[in-house]
T-cell receptor, first 113, second 110 residues
Framework: DTAVSQTPKYLVTQMGNDKSIKCEQN?????MYWYKQDSKKFLKIMFS???????INETVPNRFSPKSPDKAHLNLHINSLELGDSAVYFC????????????FGAGSRLTVL | RKEVEQDPGPFNVPEGATVAFNCTYS??????FFWYRQDCRKEPKLLMS???SGNEDGRFTAQLNRASQYISLLIRDSKLSDSATYLC???????????FGAGTRLFVKA
């Protein structure tokens, strides 16, 4: 039973389309995150949610809209996709607290043509 | 300047070698520290937490110097399976912000 699961694993789409990535965790964690890993492999935080509330928004374009319907889910919707959005998007979760570690999903590889 | 800086490598070492990775962080408000490992086309996974007193897990030793804002990872007796990217990680803002370094690539050769 996967602890943090993301769907879809792969997504290929055209510029200008809208797409969503879903994330679910069954660890009972209260905090969830989205990270973007670009072609240079740099892993950059996008959003952090705690108990469904947005805590961190790292100057991500407003074409990206996260939604957390409950503590176990954090979805990412992207409007008007651009070539530069091509990346691997990782969902992660943790229990709040400075010493608690992140558990990542397997990633969703988005390719925008 | 990135908040967490690492030597990108790659480090190419023979099996059995000892290799050391360094990392510096710029925000003195950073609260906790970790090393993660990421294999090619996989998600990052926790390798170990890092404490000022230093900690060891088998062949891996991590050390934190808060005064210098410096974190290190030492791998002894390298194995082929150690080949991966090693990510230096810091947490701040009550733990809600987890920041990753760009990673150091390690290749261990037979």
């Amino acid at each position: 039973d996967t602890a943090v699961s993301q769907t879809p694993k792969y997504l290929v789409t055209q510029m200008g389309n809208d797409k969503s990535i879903k994330c679910e965790q069954n660890l009972g964690h209260d905090t969830m995150y989205w990270y973007k890993q670009d072609s240079k492999k740099f892993l950059k935080i996008m959003f952090s949610y705690n108990n469904k509330e947005l805590i961190i928004n790292e100057t991500v374009p407003n074409r990206f809209s996260p939604k957390s319907p409950d503590k176990a889910h954090l979805n990412l919707h992207i409007n008007s996709l651009e070539l530069g959005d091509s990346a691997v998007y990782f969902c992660a979760s943790s229990q709040s607290g400075r010493d608690n570690v992140l558990t990542f999903g397997a990633g969703s590889r988005l390719t925008v043509l | 300047r990135k908040e967490v800086e690492q030597d990108p490598g790659p480090f190419n070492v023979p099996e059995g070698a000892t290799v050391a990775f360094n990392c510096t962080y710029s925000n003195s408000a950073s609260q906790s520290f970790f090393w993660y490992r990421q294999d090619c086309r996989k998600e990052p996974k926790l390798l170990m937490s890092v404490y000022s007193s230093g900690n060891e897990d088998g062949r891996f030793t991590a050390q934190l110097n808060r005064a210098s804002q410096y974190i290190s990872l030492l791998i002894r007796d390298s194995k082929l399976s150690d080949s991966a990217t090693y990510l230096c990680v810091v947490k701040r803002d009550g733990g809600f912000k987890t920041i990753f370094g760009a990673g150091t690539r390690l290749f261990v050769k037979a």
